[in-house]
């Protein structure tokens, strides 16, 4: 199964989901913008619509959508517009790209339930949204923080 999301700069989220038992692979790549095969330099110019995502591969036998939605969650602010951190842009907006209806309507779920919590301050921005084409980011950011021994 694939699950996509974006929550900030792509490293983090990546590394975080690439030691989730359960996720086979991830890449790194931008998603939900206007430009075809857009490179680093021309989504950071903010003008593309894309966001920094990782696309996850995992068997739902070991992991649920709904545990990767709880690590999703977890380890970002969903209450941040377009920024995450000190990273300002839309490229880094609080998204979940569904690949089907089931997951678009358990991510809303997961949404609603968040936000009714009281556990956040301010109510959830993220967007959930049908999954666009995904375009693969280049190679130099794929598995950036084990690359660099950071993992």
């Not at 694939?2 to 030691?19: I, N």
């Not at 959930?128 to 190679?139: Q, R």
Request: proline residues 4%; negative net charge; contains cysteine.
């Amino acid at each position: 199964m694939k699950a996509t999301f974006g929550a900030g700069c792509f490293w983090h989220v990546e590394d975080l989901f690439r030691k989730t038992p359960g996720v086979s692979s991830t890449k790194v790549g931008y998603i939900g913008g206007n430009l075809k095969n857009p490179t680093y330099e021309e989504v950071c110019t903010d003008r593309t619509g894309h966001a920094e995502a990782v696309e996850i591969e995992y068997d739902p036998d070991e992991i649920s959508y709904d545990d990767l939605l709880d690590i999703f969650w977890n380890n970002h602010d969903p209450t941040s517009l377009n920024q995450q951190g000190p990273d300002v842009g839309i490229q880094y907006r609080s998204s979940i790209f569904c690949h089907d209806e089931s997951q678009k309507q358990v991510a809303q779920k997961s949404k609603e339930k968040l936000d009714a919590s009281g556990k956040l301050s301010k109510k959830i921005v993220t967007e959930i949204v049908d999954s666009p084409e995904f375009y693969k980011a280049e190679e130099y950011h794929q598995k950036y923080f084990q690359k660099h021994g950071l993992s």
